[in-house]
């Protein structure tokens, strides 16, 4: 359905834990957040039934996020309960990779179509650095696992903050020549940690220039419903994208809501606007009522984000209880 832009909703990220192994420099404090108790956040019984009812609006793709999804008991049967909704047509996964070398299987029997994964760096120290506590070596043993069962595309997320990797991307770029990844350069968005941290956004142009190799724009024929632009090194397996919501406002094109761990849909990643679904689904309201309220939270959609503008804390929230 649209939003009062013209802009057509077709999209939702779906957070299902704020909870993480990790503790990513941009993304969450190194003490970690105060996790919520189990009785706020939902059951994957109410998210599935909150899915099934707008999914007739023309909700058909599905976004698992986080936190990390991986560390949520009972993931498999969700993607199970998801694969059911007949409307929904591409279920995906943003995850940190370690633990999917584990799972990669079981989940794409349940029925998960593909999995974003996020690597910042290829050097196992920096990469202990930017994380805090992981181990580079699980998150390239989850991409194996994700590319060996069609998690596919296979999508490499790489956040770039100066003077931590900004020195690594022709790395990364170089690894789309002979494996069939998506590597894509994510200007950091100054939201919770990275606002605090005061850490620095490196833009597309600049990402550009360090890499310093040829890079023909191309139409990406693979899944995606998000707002990457694509390009090719001439003759590589895979492509190299960017998402660039600092340098190239992408919000025009925006076609997504979320819906938080602890029951809250979102209509922008980028507003305090929140409107409660947890304490409907609790109160057993039916669906004609999931659907009205969620037409009336894609009302406060904004026309886009105010990044540029107010560049500092933006929301009370810290990305891992966002979703990314
Ligand atoms: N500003 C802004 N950034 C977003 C939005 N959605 C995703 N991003 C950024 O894009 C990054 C990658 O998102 P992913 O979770 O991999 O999902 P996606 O790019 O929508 O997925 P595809 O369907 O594979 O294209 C996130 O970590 C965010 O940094 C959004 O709505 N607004
Ligand atoms: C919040 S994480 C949740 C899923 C999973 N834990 C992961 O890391 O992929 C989703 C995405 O948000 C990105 N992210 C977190 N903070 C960000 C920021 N301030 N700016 C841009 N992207 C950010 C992460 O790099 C990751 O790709
Ligand atoms: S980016 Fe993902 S892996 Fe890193 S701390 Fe945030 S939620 Fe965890
Ligand atoms: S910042 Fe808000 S309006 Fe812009 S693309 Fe993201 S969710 Fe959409």
Do not use: W
């Amino acid at each position: 359905m649209k939003d009062r832009f013209g802009r057509e909703i077709n999209y939702i990220r779906v957070s299902v834990t704020d909870r993480c192994n990790f503790r990513c420099i941009y993304c969450m404090p190194e003490e970690g957040i105060l996790p919520k108790d189990c009785g706020d956040i939902l059951r994957f019984e109410e998210i599935a039934r909150f899915l099934k009812a707008i999914a007739p609006l023309g909700i058909s793709a599905v976004r698992i996020t986080g936190g990390e999804p991986l560390v949520r008991k009972g993931i498999v049967d969700f993607i199970k309960m998801l694969r059911a909704i007949p409307e929904i047509r591409d279920i995906s996964m943003t995850t940190n990779g370690s633990l999917l070398a584990g799972i990669a299987e079981e989940l794409k029997k349940a029925g998960l179509d593909r999995v974003n994964i996020s690597l910042d760096s290829l050097n196992p120290e920096k990469f202990q650095r930017m994380t805090r506590v992981g181990n580079l070596k699980d998150v390239l043993d989850g991409i194996r696992a994700a590319l060996e069962n069609d998690l596919s595309p296979v999508k490499i997320n790489c956040v770039v903050v100066k003077g931590f990797n900004d020195d690594e991307v022709a790395d990364f770029a170089r690894l789309t020549t002979d494996n069939p990844l998506t590597v894509r350069f994510i200007e950091l968005m100054p939201v919770g940690e990275a606002a605090r941290g005061k850490m620095e956004t490196v833009s597309q142009d600049r990402i550009t220039r360090f890499l310093g190799m040829k890079l023909e724009p191309v139409k990406y024929e693979e899944k995606g419903e998000g707002p990457a632009v694509y390009f090719k090194i001439p003759g590589a397996k895979g492509y190299v994208g960017f998402i660039s919501p600092i340098s190239h406002h992408f919000c025009a094109r925006c076609n997504r809501v979320r819906l938080t761990a602890d029951g809250k849909l979102k209509p922008c990643l980028d507003s305090e606007d929140e409107v409660d679904v947890k304490m409907l689904l609790r109160e057993s309201a039916s669906d004609e009522k999931l659907r009205q309220v969620f037409i009336e939270a894609l009302a406060k959609k904004p026309a886009g984000h105010k990044m540029n503008v107010v560049p500092f804390e933006r929301t009370k929230r810290n990305m891992c209880q966002i979703g990314g």
